[in-house]
């Protein structure tokens, strides 16, 4: 079987997994929920800056920060949201195991 091929079925195998189908229905329970899925970007943004400034060598600035910090704790402290983004970081982790797996049998190893 060619490597596409067994990279189609690994896809079908993630959708199938129990990461993927926590993180399907946590999402789909908020889904709906325009104020939750409003915060719930604002805090990837957040991230993601607080993320490249780190890579940068750099620090984010104090009021990001600060919002992240106060998004954090509303958002893990309501269930539904802290639900989510749980299923969401064990998904993230099935997928970053996997891409480790991949990128060593290609000998391109990334760094820890």
């Known amino acids: ?36 899925m409003s915060l719930l970007n604002e805090y990837a943004r957040l991230q993601m800056e607080m993320q490249l400034a780190a890579a940068s060598g750099s620090r984010a600035d104090d009021v990001s920060v600060q919002r992240f910090s106060g998004l954090s704790a509303l958002l893990y402290n309501d269930p539904r949201t802290s639900s989510y983004l749980l299923a969401q970081l064990r998904l993230q982790k099935l997928a970053a195991d996997i891409l480790q797996l991949v990128t060593a049998a290609a000998d391109m190893e990334l760094p820890h």
Do not use: F, V
């Open 1 to 36: 079987m060619d490597p596409m091929e067994r990279a189609r079925l690994l896809c079908t195998d993630i959708r199938e997994s129990q990461e993927y189908r926590d993180y399907a229905r946590c999402k789909a329970e908020i889904a709906g929920d325009d104020g939750i």
